[in-house]
């Protein structure tokens, strides 16, 4: 049972990058999953989360009109599409799901996104 988050990279200001976060062993369909990421020397921050439906999502402030959360549940996997990327987004990104119990109960093991000109 796992989380696997993938698609960071190294892209310049402006560019784009895709995470994946594909769960294997169990099915994400009753789970709202949760990106994250982590700066060097800062506590981990919420970026987006999507209902298990899809029906809802929210966006913290900082990446609204430029990330977009999906998910495909015949794939078993969540998407963060990254767009007009900023140095500020630099960062560990985590994907977790959350049960109907209100607690991330599986979590990814983190893909690394780099920023920089």
């Known amino acids: 049972v796992q989380l696997q988050a993938s698609g960071g990279g190294s892209v310049q200001p402006g560019g784009s990058l895709r995470l994946s976060c594909e769960a294997s062993?169990?099915?994400?369909?009753?789970?709202?999953i949760g990106w994250f990421h982590q700066a060097p020397g800062k506590e981990r921050e919420a970026v987006s989360c999507?209902?298990?439906?899809?029906?809802?999502?929210y966006y913290a402030d900082s990446v609204k009109g430029r990330f977009t959360i999906s998910r495909d549940n015949a794939k078993n996997t969540v998407y963060l599409q990254m767009n007009s990327l900023k140095p500020e987004d630099t960062a560990v990104y985590y994907c977790?799901?959350?049960?109907?119990?209100?607690?991330?109960?599986?979590w990814g093991q983190g893909t690394l996104v780099t920023v920089s000109s």
């Open positions: 999507i209902s298990a439906s899809g029906g809802s999502t």
């Open positions: 977790g799901a959350m049960s109907y119990r209100g607690r991330y109960e599986y």
């Open positions: 062993g169990f099915t994400l369909d009753d789970y709202t």
